[in-house]
């Protein structure tokens, strides 16, 4: 497509609910990303894939986060037994190469009540 | 629609005047710096970028300084127009990990008309 399609473009989840965010990236991109923004600040890195490799997980908060790529395109961000602190929005971004040239999406705006 | 930041810092620019965005960053290690805007609901959307070897770059109606002595960067917004108000990210990337993106706190635009 053409640029970073994401959904849900919104989510309401009951505290304890599962949620999975899906990222549609800009086709041919090997490099895929995912950041979490809360209110009023910047985005934060979660996690990184080349292709279907998951490269770096550092930013994950916790083991209830969990994203995959299966097939290097389409990625989805699980969140298990949701909490208000995971109330965000969660951005994807994809790119041909490295951090050059990252196209973001628009997001999902997740909240847990 | 949704607001990105409700407690950003603000800066309020008369239509046609010029803006100055400044920004802050921690890693004396970086070598690759940008400028995202936010629109509200919306994820970041490119504007310049800068390397660390060198000190300004311009862009159509934008240029960005770089200070590597204190750390300091800033986006120069010539003849601010009402598209221009959003919220202002400059993002770092370190030199070791060049995939990852470190966003600083943003910087909300209003253009009077």
């Known amino acids: 497509g053409a640029g970073v399609s994401q959904s849900p473009r919104y989510k309401v989840a009951k505290r304890g609910q599962d949620v999975a965010l899906r990222c549609d990236p800009i086709s041919g991109h090997v490099s895929l990303f995912w950041y979490q923004q809360a209110l009023g600040q910047g985005p934060e890195f979660l996690t990184y894939?080349?292709?279907?490799?998951?490269?770096?997980k550092s930013g994950l908060p916790s083991d209830r986060f969990f994203a995959e790529r299966p097939e290097g395109s389409v990625s989805t961000l699980k969140i298990q037994r949701t909490q208000q602190e995971d109330s965000a929005v969660y951005l994807c971004?994809?790119?041909?190469?490295?951090?050059?040239?990252?196209?973001f999406g628009s997001g999902t705006r997740l909240t847990v009540v | 629609g949704e607001s990105v930041g409700l407690h950003l810092p603000t800066l309020s620019v008369q239509e046609g005047d010029n803006s100055i965005i400044n920004c802050a960053y921690s890693n004396s290690a970086s070598d690759y710096f940008i400028w995202y805007k936010q629109e509200s609901g919306k994820g970041p959307q490119f504007i310049i970028d800068i390397r660390s070897n060198m000190d300004k770059r311009q862009g159509q109606r934008v240029t960005v300084l770089l200070n590597k002595t204190v750390k300091h960067l800033s986006l120069q917004i010539a003849a601010t127009q009402p598209g221009d108000s959003a919220v202002y990210f400059c993002?770092?990337?370190?030199?070791?990990?060049?995939?990852?993106?470190?966003f600083g706190s943003g910087t909300r635009l209003l253009v009077r008309p």
């Open positions: 971004a994809s790119s041909q190469g490295a951090a050059r040239g990252y196209t």
């Open positions: 993002a770092e990337n370190l030199g070791d990990s060049s995939y990852k993106l470190i």
């Open positions: 894939f080349q292709n279907e490799a998951q490269l770096d």
